[in-house]
């Protein structure tokens, strides 16, 4: 029988159908020496090494390494790396027996599924809320767009993410863009005020300022619509002439 000189691990010897042969003090704290490994298992996890320990047996391999999730005799569920290799193989009337060392990986899985569900919060509130947002390569790219871009440009992500942001802008507006981006790009913040092409062959003013995304390296543009800003300055100043003509019409009238 076989003796683990380190007690401080969590690891046993299990046959095959997963019965304890031997087993530390730990993992008998945990799990006890008289249950079947896979009781403790959950049950989404249960099955997910069986192709890898057939070629553990066949040789294929010589060890392998999987993360699930045990509930312990207490009822507290972990996470492990269950790292498994083959102590002694079948013999004609045995059966093989398997050494696991598990390894508790619960506080980077919380980590993990903390950051997992931060990327979602953020991706679920940019996605439903009105500013709008491109990200770019270098070579100004398209990496991804908000949906909000997508309904007032009109532009679907299948056909222009990997095509250059450059191929929606006014040809007028594109030199000054360009020394924008690379401005930016080298790190100079500044913003830009230029002409979007819709679906409909219409044309949208966007200003835009930039960030720079190191971790994909290249740039997040931040637009703003000023559509609706441009069209209530040309009411405004309608109004302003207007007023004025009355006015001027008035003083007209009272001079008379």
Known sequence: MLHFVRNHLIAACLTADGFVV???????????????????????????????KQQLVAGNI??????????????????????TSLLQAAADNGEPIFAVILTDITENRKIYDAL?????????LVNHSLLLFFQCDIGAN???????????LGIKANEWIERSITDLI???????????????LNGNS??????????????????????VNDSESGIILHAQDLSV???????LQFY???YKALLTELSQMISI
């Open 142 to 152: 398209l990496l991804y767009f908000t949906p909000r871009v997508a309904q007032l």
């Open 116 to 124: 997992l569900w931060n990327e979602k919060r953020w991706r679920d």
């Open 190 to 211: 500044s913003s830009y005020i230029c002409r979007f092409r819709t679906q409909d062959a219409g044309w949208v003013e966007l200003k835009l300022k930039a960030q």
């Open 229 to 235: 800003q441009f069209t209530l300055a040309g009411q």
């Open 22 to 52: 031997n087993c530390t003090p730990k993992y008998q704290a945990l799990f006890g020496s008289d249950s079947c490994f896979d009781d403790f298992v959950h049950p989404d996890d249960v099955y997910q090494d069986v192709e890898l």
């Open 170 to 184: 006014h040809p007028d507006d594109l030199d000054e863009f360009e020394q924008f981006f690379i401005s930016n």
């Open 240 to 242: 302003r002439f207007q």
């Open 62 to 83: 010589n060890e392998f390494r999987v993360e699930k999730r045990l509930v312990d005799q207490s009822g507290q569920e972990h996470w492990f790396e269950v790292e």
